[in-house]
């Protein structure tokens, strides 16, 4: 069984929208924080958003702000990443993971920082 299973991702053109989904197996999904990351091709981690356990501390950086929406739903052990106004730039692998509770932004980048990693979804933003 696999704790995190990311999907969503796809070819979509600039200015459109892609909404990614999240499922949590396995795991508590409720107690533990949330986080949104992702890898541009040739590049390394960069740290997306982030959500708490009961919907508080929601944070996003700056490079998606005010596009991205991050939201969860624990009854149903499901993150969600709604993503509009899509750049070129926001073209990667988005990984969701779980954590036991807030990382400061120098953890955010360690996969081993994080108690479960998903497998990853390709989001391509191209015309």
């Known amino acids: 069984q696999v704790p995190l299973v990311e999907s969503g991702g796809d070819l979509v053109q600039p200015g459109g929208s892609l909404r990614l989904s999240c499922s949590a197996s396995?795991?508590?999904?409720?107690?533990?924080?949330m986080y949104w990351v992702r890898q541009a091709p040739g590049k390394g981690l960069e740290w997306v958003s982030r959500?708490?356990?009961?919907?508080?501390?929601?944070a996003y950086a700056d490079s998606v702000k005010a596009r991205f929406t991050i939201s969860r739903d624990n009854p149903k052990n499901t993150l969600y990443l709604q993503m509009n106004s899509l750049k070129p730039e926001d073209t990667g692998m988005y990984y969701c993971?779980?954590?036991?509770?807030?990382?400061?932004?120098?953890?955010?980048?360690?996969?081993?920082?994080?108690?479960?990693w998903g497998q990853g979804t390709q989001v391509t933003v191209s015309s």
């Open positions: 396995g795991f508590a999904f409720s107690n533990y924080w």
């Open positions: 959500i708490g356990s009961s919907v508080e501390s929601i």
């Open positions: 993971a779980a954590a036991t509770g807030y990382l400061p932004m120098q953890d955010r980048l360690q996969k081993e920082r994080y108690q479960y």
